[in-house]
């Protein structure tokens, strides 16, 4: 940050955190539309886990290359711990609900995550705010109200199934963050992805899960779009973020990624979203919102 950021107590946006900015509404946003496409000849546990392991091959391989050392004992076991919650419960739940739900109503559902980290940080003494509190209820409400449209009750496995990614996630998150820290930087997320892609793997031998040989040509390029973009580009732009930006800037993803992510589900997936589902992913980003800029005031 330069002294005139300082100076006037709001950092200008820079290239690179426009740039940042735009991989984690745009390339996230996404990416739930990639998952649907790369069901059609990838399984999702398989999916899930080739995808992980092939990015944390690539991100370790290249940290080694810049010196970075090897992480401990200790840290390789708090990644299997985080990485089997975050991405073999998160990411695994999420290909599993995919299958029967559309990709624009899954990522609304997972826009509530942010309200339930805050809410488990209450269990560690971090107390929430008037405004956090506010938006925790009234995201909760929105939730309440997707789960009763009809692309959720169609399918209660897929609700399920989401409902779980979204716990899994939110507990993995903040256990990293006071329990299980990973190695310092990249290193850390490449440990992380590849021991959740391992626990990913383990779960697709469990179902039986195949993909299909030769896959179709649309999947494949959906599932290579998920590693470049999805687990190396975005993933790192985020890191960027939250070293650079303030943390409300760093996690307005969670209220964009469910816009995009629907407008692209209805007009590239043939997705139908009806006006009660809007007006419950509308209620769900009131609630993000007001708890960012809970998080933002003194």
Avoid: D
Wanted: glycine fraction near 12%; hydrophobic fraction near 55%; proline fraction near 5%.
């Amino acid at each position: 940050m330069t002294s005139q950021e300082q100076a006037s107590g709001h950092p200008t946006l820079s290239p690179l955190i426009i740039a940042c900015l735009a991989a984690t509404w745009l390339i996230w946003g996404s990416t739930y539309l990639a998952i649907k496409f790369a069901l059609v000849s990838f399984p999702p546990f398989l999916q899930m886990g080739s995808r992980f392991i092939t990015a944390g091959v690539l991100l370790m391989a290249w940290m080694k290359w810049r010196g970075a050392p090897w992480p401990t004992a200790v840290e390789w076991r708090n990644a299997v711990v985080i990485g089997g919650l975050m991405l073999g419960g998160g990411m695994g739940g999420t290909g599993v609900a995919e299958e029967t739900v559309g990709s624009g109503l899954v990522v609304a559902f997972i826009a509530v995550i942010p309200l339930m980290i805050a809410a488990l940080n209450r269990c560690y003494g971090i107390k929430t705010g008037a405004m956090e509190g506010a938006g925790i209820a009234v995201g909760l409400v929105g939730v309440l109200m997707l789960t009763q449209g009809s692309g959720f009750q169609a399918s209660i496995p897929g609700l399920i199934a989401i409902t779980v990614a979204c716990v899994t996630w939110s507990v993995g998150s903040v256990l990293s963050q006071r329990n299980f820290p990973l190695a310092p930087g990249a290193m850390g997320f490449a440990s992380e992805m590849l021991c959740g892609g391992a626990v990913l793997m383990v779960l697709a031998a469990m179902a039986g899960e195949k993909a299909q040989w030769p896959p179709e040509p649309k999947a494949l390029a959906a599932w290579a779009y998920l590693v470049i973009f999805g687990s190396l580009i975005a993933f790192n732009a985020y890191m960027v973020l939250l070293a650079r930006a303030s943390a409300g800037l760093a996690s307005s993803y969670s209220f964009v990624n469910p816009v995009i992510a629907m407008l692209l589900g209805v007009s590239l997936g043939g997705e139908v979203v009806t006006g009660f589902e809007w007006a419950a992913v509308s209620v769900v980003l009131l609630g993000v919102v007001l708890l960012v800029a809970g998080r933002r005031s003194p």
